[in-house]
T-cell receptor, first 111, second 112 residues
Framework: NAGVTQTPKFRILKIGQSMTLQCAQD?????MYWYRQDPGMGLKLIYY???????DKGEVPNGYNVSRSTTEDFPLRLELAAPSQTSVYFC??????????FGPGTRLTVT | GQQVMQIPQYQHVQEGEDFTTYCNSS?????IQWYKQRPGGHPVFLIQ?????EVKKQKRLTFQFGEAKKNSSLHITATQTTDVGTYFC????????????FGQGTELSVKP
């Protein structure tokens, strides 16, 4: 199993541009999550999904959108990128019970 | 509120010294999870505690859950350079899709 994969690894965006961060998992997990991590800080939940077709907001959803059309994929969309969205983004998935498995992260800079 | 407070924010130790990080909540926790993140890496699950007063060990790591289920600690005995990283506690909201509320983490550096 590849586990949780994320693309791209790094990206630089100009203010106002849009992009989609990709996340996929091959463990057949229903639960998936998007977090952001700012330097020296913990992780903040952006959005999560309990299954295909179901998504919900986390602590910091403003400026982001998600979709979950399949069990495997959970893309995160940034519209009109702002410098405040400079961060490291982690996707995670979880089986019915137990721990979360994190992807390697996407390092995003908005200038 | 929902916050989980973690202290200290940073800890610098000499190799061989012990290390402890503490996690506190103002509300009773149903469970607490601990994760480790190596520099430049992603969080990796270490353990979950569920029962009041629970103590679990993983080699040199000892995890405790308080009797009132409002605090938890991670203690590392005789630190090694491989212990370097940031240790996070997190509470899982099982009735909200299992989402995690993370503490801000304790960054451990170990001087050889």
């Amino acid at each position: 199993n590849a586990g949780v994969t994320q693309t791209p690894k790094f990206r630089i965006l100009k203010i106002g541009q849009s992009m989609t961060l990709q996340c996929a998992q091959d463990m057949n997990h229903n639960y998936m999550y998007w977090y952001r991590q700012d330097p020296g800080m913990g992780l903040k939940l952006i959005y999560y999904s309990v299954g295909a077709g179901i998504t919900d907001k986390g602590e910091v959803p403003n400026g982001y959108n998600v979709s979950r059309s399949t069990t495997e994929d959970f893309p995160l969309r940034l519209e009109l990128a702002a410098p405040s969205q400079t961060s490291v983004y982690f996707c995670a998935s979880r089986p019915e019970r137990g721990e979360q498995y994190f992807g390697p992260g996407t390092r995003l800079t908005v200038t | 509120g929902q916050q989980v407070m973690q202290i200290p924010q940073y800890q610098h130790v000499q190799e061989g010294e012990d290390f402890t990080t503490y996690c506190n909540s103002s509300t009773t926790l149903s469970n607490i999870q601990w994760y480790k993140q190596r520099p430049g890496g992603h969080p990796v699950f270490l353990i979950q505690l569920v029962k009041s007063g629970e103590v679990k060990k993983q080699k040199r790591l000892t995890f405790q859950f308080g009797e009132a289920k409002k605090n938890s600690s991670l203690h590392i005995t005789a630190t090694q350079t491989t212990d370097v990283g940031t240790y996070f506690c997190a509470k899982a909201r099982d009735n909200q899709g299992g989402k995690l509320i993370f503490g801000q983490g304790t960054e451990l550096s170990v001087k050889p």
